[in-house]
């Protein structure tokens, strides 16, 4: 098996981020790609749901998002129901999605709904993973 020699991230615009990631992996000798930086965010997030990839909000910042959002599906409906000024892949901290099936994945990652919580200043759904009996 060979050694890993480049990691992927989905970041898009936020330079601070993308150069802290660069230099953490430049001190163990390792490459940060960013596939999709600069790309429109509207047009990313409308393709990614066209795709077939599934997400759930398991993050949001309540002072960019109403906190009935945490726990959502990440789907057409919702990026409809996001007002002005909230990014579509959340890139500005709006929120913060856990992917769990798409054309990439073997099968989907079997998880559930939790319990949707307040903790320092953002709204978590909790993911739980299913125990098939």
């Keep these: 098996m060979a050694p890993v020699e480049e990691v992927a991230f989905g970041d898009l615009f936020l330079q601070d981020i993308r150069s802290y ?3 953490r992996l430049a ?8 596939p999709v930086w600069g790309l429109d965010t509207a047009e990313l997030a409308r393709r990614f749901v066209a795709l077939g990839f599934r997400a759930v909000l398991v993050c949001v910042d ?16 919702l990026l409809s ?16 999605t856990f992917v769990y ?3 990439i994945f073997g099968r989907p990652i079997s998880c559930e709904r939790g319990e949707v919580v307040e903790r320092d200043g953002f709204v978590f759904c909790d993911l739980l993973q299913r125990v098939s009996g």
């Excluded at 309540?62 to 409906?77: K, M, Q, T």
């Excluded at 892949?89 to 929120?95: A, K, M, S, V, Y």
């Design 62 to 77: 309540p002072r960019a998002r109403d906190p009935s959002f945490a726990g959502r599906e990440f789907d057409e409906r």
């Design 21 to 23: 990631r660069e230099s």
């Design 81 to 96: 129901d996001l007002p002005p000024g909230v990014d579509p892949c959340g890139e500005n901290g709006e929120f913060h």
């Design 101 to 103: 099936d798409g054309p």
């Design 27 to 34: 001190t163990i000798g390792r490459r940060a790609r960013f």
